[in-house]
């Protein structure tokens, strides 16, 4: 097996696992959490501030950091982009699955019904969307881990998902639901706190999986 074969297979766990984080990110993000929880003697229905997406979301910078940790930037972002180009185009072929069944049971062309579906054409939105969030959220996440990677163990993964997670939300919740009237910025203020509380939980598998992690595959 050369190189580059050895490298594709040491790297396709972490492919295969965000590839199936945002598909998975993109079907959750379109289902509220409708719970109703009591504070201060006032009622809050937590649809209004979180989608399910937001507890699955942030385990794509689990990835992202392990990845680079332990091969490096160079292999961190292979494994942004192939497992974006997966993400993406799973998430489309679900648009397409669903715009599908409605152009049989309507008799009309499927792209038509992409485009007049609102479940398929949401779907086919927050796919565009995430595409563009979490290459660029990503992408930043990996420059500025490598930064402060010589300090402390938990700066790294920290920071750079700190602002990573800043500008997938931004761009992600403005591109897939601005002029919805969805609650969108709500959802976006309760996604990002919701993923400062899971990078902070993420920070210890983070540090297992790297100690664990056996050395000879780290040559590779």
Known sequence: MNQSNRSFTVLLPSVVAMAMVILISNILVQIPID???????????????????AFTYPVAFLV??????????????????VGFGLGVFLSLVTAVGIASEVA????????????TD??????????????????IGQLL??????????ATWWKAPTVSSF???????AIFF????????????????GDFCV???????????????VNLYPARLKAL
């Open 141 to 150: 996440d990996i420059t500025i881990f490598d930064s402060p990677r010589t």
């Open 64 to 81: 992202t950091d392990t990845t680079n940790r332990i091969f490096g930037k160079q292999a961190a972002r292979k494994v942004v982009y």
């Open 104 to 115: 049989n049971r309507e008799g009309i062309a499927i792209f038509t019904a992409l485009m």
């Open 195 to 209: 993923k400062l509380l899971m990078v902070a939980m993420l920070l210890y598998p983070f540090r297992l999986i």
């Open 118 to 135: 609102s479940v398929a054409f949401d779907m086919l939105r927050i796919a565009l969307a995430s595409g563009a969030a979490f290459l």
């Open 35 to 53: 719970h109703v929880v009591e504070l201060a003697g006032r009622r809050f229905n937590l649809a209004e501030l979180l989608t399910w997406g």
């Open 174 to 189: 403005s591109l897939a639901f601005a002029g919805t009237g969805l609650p969108w910025m709500n959802w976006a203020v």
């Open 163 to 169: 602002f990573g997670s800043i500008s997938d939300t």
